[in-house]
Nanobody, 120 residues
């Protein structure tokens, strides 16, 4: 599975951005897609995930402002509203694949990051 993230950019506080993560390859094996972000010197932070069944999980700092959704079988978007300065980071998308073996064979794949910069 290969992942291509896009949509980052610069925006003022309170603004909005939409990130997209496009998967290719064995997308039928994808069990969940997520977004994480990282600021230099800090640990990578979970932003949001969505499972193949549509179950979503959000990081506490983005609840109510960000929305993750599945656009189609290969694309997941992250709508980011009411952006704050502290949302500035490199955003990464990742996919968890699960093969129907016993026990299940699980792999994580990561795309390249896309920079989001929020300014005052």
């Amino acid at each position: 599975v290969q992942l291509q993230a896009s949509g980052g950019g610069s925006v003022h506080e309170g603004g909005s951005l939409t990130l997209s993560c496009v998967a290719s390859g064995s997308i039928f094996t994808i069990n969940a897609v997520g977004w994480s972000r990282q600021v230099p010197g800090k640990q990578r932070e979970l932003v949001a995930t969505i499972t193949s069944r549509g179950t979503t999980v959000y990081g506490q700092s983005v609840k109510g402002r960000f929305a993750i959704s599945r656009v189609n079988a290969s694309t997941v978007s992250l709508q980011m509203n009411s952006l704050k300065l502290e949302d500035s980071a490199v955003y990464f998308c990742n996919a968890e694949t699960r093969l129907p073996t016993y026990p299940p064979e699980i792999h994580d794949y990561w795309g390249q990051g896309t920079q989001v910069t929020v300014s005052s």
